[in-house]
């Protein structure tokens, strides 16, 4: 009788088994990697936006108004301006002088930040708030003080995901405390 060599059917079944289970392995963590090269982003992120701030401060002498998510709150620009619509904006500002807007225009020396991020690393917007009695976001406590939020986008999808946000809470980052799909980075406290 006359024997041909190949492969069983329980053979190719068991190898292709073994090949998707590694594949999955693999898939699983290059998504942590990403996940932790964004958060490294971020926080790259934070560190310009608080050289950043300490600049306008120096200049002007007062820090930013609080601005809506996407917008630049006078970095990239003056005064703050939308990436995305080229607007600029002069929002009502409590801790600022009566005569704010005409002094950032005598005072400001910037940009501070080239170009400012139009997203964040997960696709959504950052959100500058200037908080002096603290706030709540999301049911989480946040204490007065300047931050930068990494939130969704102006439709509120791309919202911080959770394992990233964790990240986040794990290294400091995200001063809110809370898994609450935005992380609040902490730029100066009150």
């Given at each position: 009788m006359h024997q041909t060599k190949g492969?069983?059917?329980?053979?190719?079944?068991?190898t292709i088994a073994i090949i998707g289970l590694l594949a999955s392995i693999i898939v699983v963590s290059l998504n942590t990697s990403r996940n932790s090269a964004k958060v490294a982003q971020a926080a790259s992120n934070q560190k310009q936006f608080m050289l950043a701030l300490q600049l306008y401060f120096d200049d002007v002498g007062f820090y930013p108004p609080d601005v809506n998510r996407g917008w630049d709150p006078g970095f990239s620009h003056a005064l703050p301006y939308n990436p995305d619509t080229n607007q600029t904006d002069t929002p009502a500002c409590d801790h600022c002088p009566s005569d704010w807007v005409s002094q950032v225009q005598s005072n400001w020396r910037g940009p501070y930040i080239v170009i400012f991020p139009n997203t964040t690393p997960w696709n959504g917007k950052y959100d500058y708030n200037y908080w002096p009695a603290g706030a709540s976001r999301y049911g989480c406590n946040v204490p007065p003080g300047i931050y930068f939020g990494v939130q969704a986008d102006y439709a509120d999808e791309n919202p911080l995901p959770p394992e990233a946000e964790q990240r986040m809470i794990d290294l400091g980052l995200d001063h809110d405390g809370c898994l609450n799909g935005e992380a609040e980075m902490l730029m100066i406290k009150l």
């Open positions: 492969f069983t059917l329980i053979e190719l079944l068991v």
